[in-house]
Structure formats: structure tokens, C-alpha cells
């Protein structure tokens, strides 16, 4: 991974992930567009560090190295300097980012990183890891799968950029996947009981990448992606909802920003050794069969740094099946639905298989709040 710039790198998942790099014994190249924060954690960290600004020849900078890992969220707002420079040099992207629109862009890009030579994969964080996994062994499990849902619960506080991403997206509603197209929902969409190993908790859609990448590599054409949310929670939702235009104000968003920027950095180590985290998933098909299983995970930050870690030195080794490297690849199409287990602290649990799910226990879990 010596040949891999970190952009965004003095950011919590930035530093997070360029620690990681150095403890395997790797010396990514730390970049930003903040010279001082960048000095300071090369200092830390004794790395080469490359002040650069989206707005800068980014080109130039990439042009000694085999990949750039984006750090930089909201990543709708950093991906399209950087796909364009890696297009140029020929340098792999890899990012963490779970914004359904920057996979739907990179997607779109996938002849055109094929042509350069190059490998697009987004997502090598929490989101879309070990979703993205999930969905791959479910549905090999399963293969006339038609529709799968994903379940997240996860706890801790989230970092600024993380923050930041959900300011930026707070009003702009849900998506979700049917008959292979995306659609636009409501904010809080729909709700559902799912059982994350406590008993049946409640969750609401939610727009993640997984409703882009799960189809892509699996071929289903109806995906609902749904998070864990505390009672009140739906309705707490749908009007923040319903208020979004007010960050159509830019005074608005501004000063939401300058807040996040104020009080929101991210969990201590402390805090993410005691917060885990859990990803459910269920497919099913037109027979009413259908599999679930369920991770279990460290908290979403330290699978984050340690997944998009493991993704760089695979993809700068070369370490994927033959034609794999090129276009626009996810996790699980990449290095396969075992890629998250590699990950230390990742359980997987089977949970059941039937021929035929009852019909109680699919209303029970699948009751509208």
C-alpha cells in the first residue's frame, strides 16, 4: 500500500485508516487540502504528506501512484475531481462512502475505467462491507433469489464527515430498489420489526449504497436497506423530512455545518471498543423460500479503516480474480462474499433456511408502525 495516496486523510475515518496502514507497515501518502492538520498527523505518523485541493491539478498529484483512497465526504461533493484524474493517470479509486448517488455515478463510469484501465470500487467502509458481503452469501445461498433486505444496527456517535454527509442528505428522501430500478420514496418509507439477536427490534428504510451494489453482483431486483431506530424514531424522521427544504437555505445549511464542525468529531477508541455493530439480511424468492443470516462486527469506524485497508493492498497488488481489477467493481464482486470475515472481530451467523417462510412470522416481522 506504499503506493497509495489518502485523500482527506487528517479527517476521524482519514486518520483512523492511515493509522491502520502504518500498523500493518504500509506508508500511504497523507493529502489534503489543509496543510497544517496534514503536517501534523504526518509528523505523527512519519508520512509523506501532498497538500492538494479538488480545484488544484489533481492530476498531477495522482500521477505516481497506483490508487487513491477518498476519506473526503460528502463524497457526492469530492468524488468527480478525483474519478476524473484517476481516468487520467490510470490510478485506481477506492472510497468509503455509502451515498447511493456516488455508486450510481462511478457505475455509470465502468466502460470508461475499463478503456483506462482502472478499478472503481466505492464502498470498501462500514457501508458497504459487510452488507455487501451479506448479500453475496445470501444470495449464493439462494441463487432464484428475487428480493433481498438488509437490517443495520450500529451504535456510537458518528464522526464530523459522517455528519456532515447527513446534513447534506437530510430532506432528500429514501431510495430503494424494485424491478431493478431506483425509486424515490419518502423519508422513513416504511418500517419493519427485524431481529438483530435481542428480539425484534424496529427499523426504517433508509437510502444506503447497497440498493446500487448488492444488484449489481447478485442480479435482485427488489432491495430495502433498513437501520435500527429507537421508539419515536419513524416519526421523528419523516418530519425531519418534511423540513428539508429549509437546507435548501444555504444561510440554513451553513449554520447547521459550522455546528457539526463545532461539537462533532467521532467516538474514542474507548467508545468504539464498547459500541459493536450488526447486519441482518433475508432473501427470498417467488416460492416463498428464502435465507437469512446476520454479522457481527466491531464498531462501524474500526471496520471501516480495517476493510478499506485490506481493499487498497488487494487492489494495488493485484489480488482479485482475473478481470476483476477493472471497471466498476463493489467489495463482494471484487474479492468475494468471504472478504469481510478476513476482518478481525467479523462473525458470520446462519441463521435459518426454509422452504417455506411461515406466514405469521412474515407479518409479524414485516408489520407497518
Known sequence: MNACLVYGAYGYTGRLVCREAVSR????????????????????????RRRCSLEDDIASELADVD???????????????????????????????G????????????????????????????????SDCLAAFLSDQLPTADSLTIGVKG???????????????????GVVRRNDRLVRVPTAYRTRRIDFGDGPERAVTIPLGDVVTAAH????????????????????????????????????ERALTGVVDRLVDGPDARQRSTSPAVVWGEVTDGNDRGVRASLETPNVYTVTARAAVSAAERLVADETEPGARTGFQTPASAFGPDFVLELEGTNRERLERRGDIDSADRRRLESDD
Do not use: K
Not at 507497515?25 to 509523506?48: F, K, N, S, V, W
Open 99 to 130: 451515498e447511493v448517488a456516488v455508486f450510481e455515478r462511478l457505475r455509470h463510469h465502468d466502460a470508461a475505467a475499463r478503456d483506462a484501465g482502472i478499478g472503481l470500487l466505492p464502498g470498501v467502509g462500514f457501508d458497504v462491507v459487510p
Open 67 to 97: 490508487a487513491v483512497l477518498n476519506c473526503a465526504g460528502p463524497f457526492v461533493d469530492t468524488v468527480d475531481p478525483l474519478l476524473e484524474a484517476c481516468l487520467e493517470t490510470g490510478t485506481d479509486y477506492l472510497d468509503v462512502t
Open 25 to 48: 507497515g504500509h506508508t500511504p501518502i497523507a493529502a489534503g487540502r489543509d496543510g497544517r492538520q496534514l503536517a501534523g498527523l504526518a509528523g505523527e505518523l512519519g508520512l509523506e
Open 155 to 173: 451504535t456510537g456517535r458518528p464522526s464530523r464527515g459522517t455528519a456532515r454527509t447527513l446534513v447534506d442528505l437530510a430532506g432528500t428522501g
Open 217 to 252: 453482483h447478485t442480479g435482485i431486483e427488489t432491495i430495502d436497506i433498513y437501520a435500527a431506530v429507537p421508539p419515536g424514531g419513524p416519526t421523528a424522521m419523516r418530519v425531519a423530512g418534511r423540513l428539508g427544504w429549509l437546507l435548501e437555505n444555504p444561510l440554513v
